[in-house]
Antibody, heavy 125, light 110 residues
């Protein structure tokens, strides 16, 4: 069974950089897409972007393009989410989620089946 | 892209049925049969309950069902139980390797 284990809670000041991680275990993940999802305090889920662990092909939601960087290390079956300059509005829980292979379309994914435990990021001066 | 439109809240009594709608456009919900639904209890991780519009993952009871008509997808929960009280989010493929969520619906079991 695949599990996604995320890095621990972080507290940073505005303007600082940060990189959080999502490591897969229990099965080879190199042929899967991993998504990042934001949930601001008391708010809904927002899809940020996606990365294919096999070749690090990455796509971003227009809302998050240029705001964060998604990367991966295939050898570690780990995906990352990075900020170069945090804002207080980045305070949120960030989830990673695996997308199983979907053979019925050309892009290869349909939904998110396994979710990480979430990483709480607090940005405050 | 804008978030898919969901009612902010719905409610029902135990044993009743409720339906949560998810309205998008022909570029997302209406254009693809890749709508999924996620259940999130307070303080918990989201869990997929419906995918590919109508399919249920193993372990999800058949009193939860999904459907779609045009640009609107729906989640119906029959035989409401107290454990169904949670937030529900729809999600659709929107082209160009992008997914988009709905704003979420809070289900209250009266």
């Amino acid at each position: 069974e695949v599990r996604l284990v995320q890095s621990g809670a972080e507290v940073r000041k505005p303007g600082e950089s940060l990189k959080i991680s999502c490591q897969g275990s229990g099965h080879s993940l190199t042929n899967y897409w991993i998504a990042w999802v934001r949930q601001m305090p008391g708010k809904g889920l927002e899809w940020m972007g996606i990365i294919y662990l096999g070749d690090s092909e990455t796509r971003y939601s227009p809302s998050f393009q240029g705001q964060v960087t998604i990367s991966a290390d295939k050898s570690l079956t780990t995906a990352y989410l990075r900020w170069s300059s945090l804002k207080t509005s980045d305070t949120a829980i960030y989830y990673c989620a695996k997308l199983p292979y979907c053979s019925s379309n050309s892009w290869g994914f349909c939904y998110m089946d396994v979710w990480g435990n979430g990483t709480t990021v607090t940005v405050s001066s | 892209q804008s978030a898919l439109s969901q009612p902010r809240s719905v409610s029902g009594s135990p044993g009743q049925a409720v339906t949560i709608t998810c309205t998008g456009t022909s570029s997302d919900v209406g254009g693809y049969n890749y709508v999924s639904w996620y259940q999130q209890h307070p303080g918990k991780v989201p869990k997929v309950i419906i995918y590919d519009v109508t399919k249920r993952p193993s372990g999800v009871p058949d009193r939860l069902s999904g459907s779609k008509s045009g640009n609107t997808a729906s989640l119906t929960i029959s035989g409401l139980q107290a454990e169904d009280e949670a937030d529900y989010y729809c999600c659709s493929y929107a082209g160009r390797h992008i997914l988009i969520f709905g704003g979420g619906t809070k289900l209250t079991v009266l």
